[in-house]
């Protein structure tokens, strides 16, 4: 289809099926990132559109972008289900994360800052200044299988023909698991449990969709995010474990440490 309304329009459908949350679409072909129905307080969504073809992209459920075919019709993809890849991908990306983790220093961080971790060394990529999480197999943790980026800013990234299925990084050792979508979140929980004298391993899953398909490695709970779509909250259903999440839409267990302190996320864990 070429530049005109009528693509225009079709792609706008094509992006809010896909859980984007935008009023109207910028055909210049750059990126630009909006609000999801998933996280409606964040932008975590992304497209681009150049008036016949681009991309939309929910960081929380979309390990990889979704193509724009010229169809409005296309279904939302089953989040936990990694499409066909060429395998030398996997393995290139793979070895961009071993590169990475290598050059990689701990420091301090602008993101953490923000989240209520000032003192918190990280990993950190010196070339562009962006806080490097490693994704390790769920059912290999020795196995690397990539690196999720995050900006100052807070956009997160995750490389080219990575493989983010069954992706997990664990924080703590316990007799119990914690899991968690992000990396924020697992550290206000586990900052909560060792203030209870509770040993638990805190597991990433970087998303919703990932969380449930990882659910059967692990034994213990969920700490769920509270979306506005509910995508949190059914994702930890489907877990079939015991599960948690705050009070208030549109929060995860980092905003309710920031908001009303660590007191309050105990009790939630509790």
Not at 50 to 79: E, L
Not at 95 to 115: E, G, I, N, S, W
Not at 202 to 214: E, H, I, T
Not at 232 to 255: L, Q, S
């Amino acid at each position: 289809m070429g530049p005109g309304a009528r693509g225009v329009t079709d792609f706008l459908a094509f992006a809010r099926d896909h859980g984007l949350i935008m009023s109207h679409v910028i055909a210049d072909g750059r990126v630009h990132r909006v609000p999801t129905e998933a996280k409606p307080k964040r932008r975590n969504g992304a497209y681009a559109f150049d008036g016949s073809r681009g991309f939309v992209q929910d960081w929380t459920v979309h390990p990889a972008a979704i193509a724009f075919r010229g169809t409005a019709q296309t279904p939302p993809p089953r989040p936990i289900i990694a499409p066909l890849r060429d395998p030398r991908e996997a393995e290139a990306a793979q070895q961009v994360a071993r590169d990475t983790l290598a050059r990689c220093v701990y420091q301090t961080h602008p993101y953490l800052a923000r989240k209520g971790f000032a003192a918190e060394s990280w990993l950190v990529d010196p070339t562009d200044g962006r806080l490097v999480v490693p994704m390790y197999d769920a059912k290999r943790y020795s196995r690397l299988l990539s690196v999720q980026r995050i900006a100052p800013d807070g956009t997160k990234m995750f490389l080219r023909g990575g493989i983010a299925k069954d992706a997990v990084y664990h924080l703590g050792r316990g007799p119990e698991d914690v899991l968690v979508e992000g990396l924020a979140t697992a550290l206000s929980v586990r900052a909560a449990l060792a203030s209870l004298y509770r040993q638990a391993r805190v597991v990433v899953c970087f998303s919703a969709g990932n969380l449930a398909a990882v659910a059967r490695y692990y034994r213990g709970m969920v700490v769920a995010d509270n979306d506005a779509s509910g995508t949190g909250e059914a994702a930890a259903k489907k877990t079939g474990m015991r599960y948690v999440m705050p009070p208030d839409v549109g929060t995860d267990a980092n905003d309710l440490h920031q908001q009303r302190g660590i007191e309050a996320l105990r009790k939630l864990l509790m």
